[in-house]
Nanobody, 115 residues
Framework: QVQLVESGGGLARPGGSLRLSCKAS????????TNWYRQALGKQRELVAS???????SYTDSVKGRFTISRDNAKNTVDLQMNSLKPEDTAVYYC?????????WGQGTQVTVSS
């Protein structure tokens, strides 16, 4: 079955960086829109960044200029480079791959930003 496996989460200090990766199996990720969502404790899940099949990217305002979403078609992965991290970026980050009629989710990876 389709699997999305996230990696790269962990603990970072404020101002630090982390790089999340979402690796897909059983699908060709470049023909889908890939989204990174996050959910902080006690809050609703939030769309952070997206990349569509044409390579167009979009970001929520709070991460613009700090986060970059990118896709490696050869590796079948979508990464989220997170720089200048803030404590409010602390959340479980989820990879979502979707197109009409299909919607897949990863298991999530914890990102904690703390001094």
């Amino acid at each position: 079955q389709v699997q999305l496996v996230e990696s790269g989460g962990g603990l970072a200090r404020p101002g630090g960086s982390l790089r999340l990766s979402c690796k897909a199996s059983k699908i060709i990720i470049m023909i889908y829109t890939t989204n990174w969502y996050r959910q902080a404790l006690g809050k609703q899940r939030e769309l952070v960044a997206s990349i569509n099949k044409d390579g167009h990217t979009s970001y929520t305002d709070s991460v613009k200029g700090r986060f970059t979403i990118s896709r490696d078609n050869a590796k079948n992965t979508v990464d989220l480079q997170m720089n200048s991290l803030k404590p409010e970026d602390t959340a479980v980050y989820y990879c979502n791959v979707e197109r009409p009629g299909e919607d897949y989710w990863g298991q999530g990876t914890q990102v904690t930003v703390s001094s």
